[in-house]
């Protein structure tokens, strides 16, 4: 039986032997297209190539390219772990043609693979093909039915709809027929039963699609008709996973050698045996499917957390936590363990899984605590909105407030509730969460034209050597978002730089031989074309224009992205080599710079950091700048590749004096044009990851100089005394005498309040009753006299404090613990009173508080307690 590493090898192998070009899986992560956040098929690092907007160096390309899907028609992440062949990390096999070869070699090649190379059985095997669409006159796709008849008997090529069979890039764009090829792995005895042609795309387990041959023929317009495209395209994709539970003879992608060492270390962990219990059994999947998505999303950059991908992959964390802790009784971190395991069953053909194990495992073991935390805070507050009887229903807003603020999914809550004898408002939830979708597509939402073409021509960036340039309009087109229309243009040639690897787009404007210049406000970079973005047209479309960018933004925006260099460089050489870039943002007003270090630096190692820059600047280093180098060369120079990122064969590399990084950024002339430097933020971001903002030229001599107005005002308040420092020491020790004194007082006025409410204690049915009112109290000094009490009166002693501090009314109540033990709950008590103040509250059985907006309903809400008492 082969295995899934020989497997990986044999298609890079088979295509090769093909004339294809087998490149590396791109990153999983996308950093610089704003259409989408992670790569979700292997057609992605190659959209530029599909669209037009960047040669074919290679006519045929092959890989195994790692992608990551949590929505959509392809997968739902709550869904993971519940059927046996869906993943959120998943790698998708593939091999493309750029205007080379088309269905005939597609279709005979795959069968060539499965059949001879890999010995699938050509009995099991199914295709279909696209059935046509009348609305859009496109006929059946009888070529690539003509093609499989020379394999397979025609009764075994099925017609497929336009939703199975025609594939689309986007509402726009590039599309065409393709044709799946599914597979039968059932048990001999179930297809003697059923023919396994009634279960092709009817969602059974094991009838499934393993091989997806798209035939790129057309491009879809914004007014949705279809045109040709000028040079054809082959994208394959073929789940990597699905295919060695077929090659292998299982059941379930979680049977095979990719996940099964990753099931068997979370059962001797967790002391469960995967194939017992089928709560359990899901629980597994889920943690080994989600482990390779966030271990693979870390490698490349992007660290869990609460905007955008970062949210992604948190959410996904979090979702393998709640199973860990739900079903199988981890209530203390432990997927960071499983990483060792993952290393080796994928380490080979993925290297920076090794390469980065320790930040890996950190950033984990920290996500997973913090969740865990978070879960116990969830619980609390679900268990304080707990229905008052068995049988409630908790509101669906409640619920959704669970889930959106705590990660807390439904079906958790549901879990809780059931254990009460409780149900939730499911309807009222979905509710609230489509509330929320509406908000994002709101927001998210974007009406593009189509590109309306002014000439022939290949974009062409000048900005490395020229701030200004004559130019002409290729292309145009009119974009609306939130209600507002702006317009991108690309241009013959450009000194613009668009929006890249941290580094924000230039603006400037657009200047006509002969009317008004156009603004810029904004260049970025979508599908590798570069994008101007601007109010409103020229008058003069078909003119000749100068593009011009504002010089003065652009030079701040160099001198920080070169003091991030030399930042860089310092830093390793103070904290350590295993200091590496993990994003960066660079804009005129400032630099930041997130980096791998698992401790906070000190005050004097973030001053030799500076001073290094500094050195480094005063050496008036130039830029030594080397384009299209062979990547092997720029690496073997010391050029630093960072994880994550996409590189060419050729790269650009940038030198000041030691430093050297691959970049494809812009720089300033010499680092002496940055004059000065200061870094003014570090913090941690995540486990094992620093961040550190600063700024340099004008933006740095104005925060200087606001630190020199700030020590010249300190100077003044202390009545100009020679030595500042001493000055403001000996008004510390001054201000530390005085709340000395002020807390003697306040313990001194507590002991009195308290006091006069023991002298006017209550007794009902046996029981000390302790009240206090007061317009205006601190809510602090009240519960200070609470416990003050219940520690003098430890039996058959209530206390119950109703108080306003700014018309802000609270509520208190203090119970012994014989009282508790006797059936009377303080939380239940003050939720109850809460409403007379219009607020809400609760708590412990023995103590409890609230807060609300209505001061005036303080006597009301205190009495209402009392007759709690009273009833008793």
């Known amino acids: 039986m082969m295995t899934s590493k020989e497997i990986r090898q044999s298609f890079k192998d088979f295509f090769q032997s093909k004339e294809h070009r087998i490149v590396p899986s791109a990153p999983m992560v996308i950093k610089d297209d704003p259409t989408l956040m992670f790569t979700n098929a292997g057609m992605n690092q190659f959209k530029d190539i599909i669209l037009g907007n960047a040669p074919v160096k290679y006519p045929r390309v092959a890989d195994s390219q790692k992608c990551l899907r949590v929505s959509g028609k392809h997968n739902d992440l709550e869904e993971v772990g519940h059927d046996t062949y869906h993943h959120t990390m998943f790698e998708m096999l593939g091999n493309w043609s750029f205007g080379d070869y088309f269905k005939k070699e597609a279709i005979a090649w795959a069968w060539e693979y499965l059949t001879e190379v890999l010995g699938l059985d050509k009995e099991r095997l199914y295709v279909t093909v696209f059935e046509g669409a009348a ?143 089928t709560a359990k059994d899901v629980a597994m999947r889920v943690v080994a499917d989600h482990l390779r998505t966030i271990a693979f999303s870390i490698t490349d950059g992007q660290l869990p957390s609460n905007a955008k991908a970062g949210y992604v992959i948190r959410r996904i964390l979090r979702r393998a936590v709640r199973y860990g802790y739900t079903f199988l009784e981890m209530h203390e971190s432990f997927m960071y363990r499983l990483i060792p395991t993952l290393i080796e069953v994928m380490g080979d053909a993925y290297p920076e899984l090794a390469a980065q194990q320790m930040l890996i495992e950190k950033v984990m073991k920290e996500e997973e605590e913090s969740f865990l935390r978070t879960l116990e805070t969830g619980i609390r507050l679900l268990e304080k909105n707990l229905p008052e009887q068995e049988g409630g229903v908790l509101s669906g807003e409640v619920a959704f407030q669970l889930y959106d603020t705590f990660g807390f999914p439904l079906d958790l ?56 340039t004559e130019t002409r309009i290729l292309r145009y087109r009119a974009v609306k978002q939130k209600n507002r229309e702006f317009f991108q243009i690309v241009l013959s040639r450009s000194p613009f730089y668009a929006e890249m690897g941290g580094q924000v787009g230039d603006t400037g404007w657009l200047i006509p031989e002969e009317g008004e210049k156009i603004d810029i406000f904004d260049t970025k970079r979508e599908n590798n074309l570069a994008v101007h973005f601007t109010w409103k047209l020229p008058a003069n479309i078909e003119g000749t224009f100068t593009a011009r960018i504002n010089t003065e933004k652009r030079t701040a925006t160099e001198c920080n992205h070169t003091a991030t260099h030399l930042m860089h460089e310092a830093l390793r050489e103070v904290l350590g080599m295993h200091v590496e870039q993990k994003g960066s943002y660079v804009s005129p007003e400032l630099l930041r710079f997130d980096f791998s270090h698992f401790g906070k630096m000190t005050p004097e190692e973030i001053r030799e950091v500076e001073r290094r820059v500094t050195a480094k600047i005063r050496s008036n280093y130039p830029i030594e700048e080397h384009r299209h180098v062979p990547i092997e060369e720029a690496k073997a120079q010391g050029a630093m590749a960072l994880f994550g990122e996409k590189y060419g064969d050729d790269v650009r590399t940038v030198r000041f004096g030691s430093s ?93 309040l308290k006091q006069r409410i023991i002298d006017k204690k209550q007794d009902i049915h046996g029981i000390t009753l302790f009240k206090l009112i007061m317009p205006m109290g601190p809510v602090d000094v009240v519960k200070d006299i609470a416990y003050q009490l219940k520690g003098q009166f430890p039996e058959k002693m209530m206390f119950v404090g109703g108080t306003s501090t700014d018309g802000k009314p609270s509520l208190t109540v203090m119970l012994t613990d014989d009282l508790v033990a006797g059936g009377l709950h303080a939380g239940n008590m003050i939720r109850e009173a809460a409403k007379h103040i219009q607020g809400g509250g609760g708590g412990q059985p023995h103590f409890a508080t609230a807060g609300g907006r209505n001061a005036d309903g303080l006597i009301a809400a205190v009495d209402s307690i009392v007759q709690k008492l009273n009833d008793y």
Not at 738 to 745: A, S
């Open 135 to 277: 609305e859009e006159n496109l006929e059946r796709d009888d070529e690539a039915a003509a093609y499989w008849e020379e394999y397979l008997p025609k009764e075994r090529i099925i017609n497929g709809n336009k939703h199975d069979n025609f594939w689309e890039m986007g509402d726009t764009g590039p599309c065409g027929p393709c044709s799946e090829i599914h597979i039968d792995i059932r048990p001999e005895e179930e297809r003697t039963k059923i023919d396994g042609l009634s279960l092709v795309n009817q969602g059974h387990p094991q009838v499934i699609e393993i091989w997806n041959l798209v035939f790129m023929q057309y491009n879809r317009k914004a007014d949705g008709s279809l045109e040709p495209l000028p040079a054809k395209v082959i994208d394959t994709g073929m789940g990597f996973e699905r295919l060695c539970m077929a090659v292998q003879g299982k059941l379930s992608n979680y049977d095979t050698d990719l996940f099964q060492p990753i099931i068997r270390k979370i059962g001797e962990i967790s002391n469960a045996l995967y194939g017992e219990d």
């Open 660 to 752: 050297i990084e691959l970049c494809g950024g812009t720089h300033i002339s010499s680092t002496g044009r940055i004059g000065t430097f200061r870094i003014i933020t570090e913090s941690a971001i995540s486990a094992g990851v620093r961040r550190i903002e600063a700024v340099t030229a004008k933006v740095c001599e104005n925060y200087l100089y606001a630190k020199e107005d700030a020590l010249v005002e300190i100077k003044n308040l202390l009545h100009n005394v020679p030595d500042v420092m001493q000055g403001v020491r000996r008004l510390l020790a001054d201000n530390e005498e005085m709340e000395k004194e002020i807390r003697e007082y306040v313990k001194e006025k507590t002991e009195q």
């Open 413 to 468: 809550t549901e879990l809780i509730l059931r254990e009460h004898g409780m149900t939730v408002d499911v309807a009222g939830f979905s509710t609230e969460m489509e509330k929320q979708k509406q908000r994002a597509r709101n927001a998210a939402a974007v009406e593009t034209g189509d590109w309306t073409k002014v000439r022939d021509g290949e974009p062409e960036f000048t900005g490395y050597d020229e701030t200004e």
